[in-house]
């Protein structure tokens, strides 16, 4: 008995091992997408289980830099209302689920944008934070993460800004004095260095967080 049940957990090893193995088997590729930003106002980034980070360009191109594999891979669009979309796509069965995720160095993705020159910028993720530096946009920002931070530095939206994060903090700077902004904040299980509600201002700020920190500077 002790030899069949020995049998039957290294039979049970084998198989969740290679169905870990198809989930690890796919092959990436280091990609470099590349636009006029003069042709763009919006950028919108859809993701799971990525690393978002987003800084400045230096010639007024938008570059993005990523990897692709075989069954998980970014379509790339413009939309005839000069909207840029980065979307993750999944080419899986349900068996590729199963196993450890590709390495973090894969799971990151990189995106130039030129400063002051579109309009919105508007990404999301799970599992992974946000970064967002020394940016402008005339009119908004949203940034969101399930399962990771949302991280600000020195941001600067014309409109409205929003930051809602899940499992993690939120924090940075935004460019503007406290009177410059109308500001909502819900937090859950969390401390937060914004009021629950301000009113005034020309641009909204409005942040949500649960299970995690808000700590959040205004800058000049």
Do not use: H
């Not at 106002?41 to 993005?64: F, L």
């Not at 689920?97 to 130039?112: E, V």
């Amino acid at each position: 008995m002790k030899k069949t049940a020995a049998f039957l957990l290294t039979l049970i090893g084998a198989f969740v091992f290679a169905l870990a193995g198809c989930a690890n088997g796919d092959t990436f590729t280091k990609k470099t997408y590349t636009a006029d930003g003069a042709g763009i106002e919006k950028v919108t980034i859809q993701a799971e289980d990525r690393e978002i980070e987003v800084y400045p360009s230096d010639d007024g191109q938008i570059r993005i830099e990523y990897f692709d594999g075989e069954k998980e891979y970014l379509e790339i669009a413009v939309t005839e209302e000069k909207e840029l979309t980065v979307t993750l796509t999944y080419n899986k069965e349900w068996t590729d689920f199963i196993g450890t995720k590709p390495s973090a160095g894969y799971r990151k993705i990189r995106i130039g944008l030129p400063d002051s020159l579109l309009s919105s910028l508007s990404a999301s993720t799970t599992n992974e934070s946000i970064t967002v530096r020394s940016l402008s946009f005339s009119e908004s920002i949203s940034l969101a993460s399930n399962g990771g931070s949302v991280i600000c530095e020195r941001v600067n939206a014309g409109k409205s800004l929003s930051l809602t994060a899940k499992d993690g903090d939120i924090s940075g700077s935004v460019v503007g004095g406290w009177d410059d902004y109308s500001i909502s904040c819900t937090i859950k299980k969390g401390e937060s260095n914004l009021p629950e509600s301000k009113e005034g201002g020309e641009k909204s700020l409005t942040v949500d967080c649960n299970n995690g920190d808000v700590n959040i500077e205004f800058v000049k």
